[in-house]
């Protein structure tokens, strides 16, 4: 089993900035790939960026340029650290890892963004 423990979200203010954490432990020999998604009320869940094995880190275009994403191997951790934030990028945000090919999801931190 693999076990994701998320931190960060909140509330802010449009301009404002926010770090989100995602810390895999578990059986996590293997991890293909580490990143987020989020899911905006009536909206479909979307990727925001990813890091892929090989060091590839892939940003959804709404994101590039304000978002940031880096991983720490030693602690199995992936960061989101998101600055410029705007109103539309509230939603809930899911971490997600992918070990040895099967999908593995955080609970969701929500994060707020007001205008």
């Not at 991983?71 to 992918?98: G, I």
């Amino acid at each position: 089993q693999v076990q994701l423990v998320e931190s960060g979200g909140g509330l802010v203010q449009a301009g404002g900035s926010l770090r989100l954490s995602c810390a895999a432990s578990g059986s996590i020999f293997g991890i293909n790939a580490m990143g987020w998604y989020r899911q905006a009320p009536g909206k479909q869940r979307e990727l925001v960026a990813m890091i892929i094995l090989g060091g590839f880190t892939n940003y959804a275009d709404f994101v590039k340029g304000r978002f940031t994403l880096s991983r720490d191997n030693a602690k199995n951790t992936v960061y989101l650290q998101m600055d410029s934030l705007k109103p539309e990028d509230t939603a809930l945000y899911y971490c997600n890892v992918v070990v040895r090919r099967s999908d593995y999801w955080g609970q969701g931190l929500q994060v707020t963004v007001s205008s």
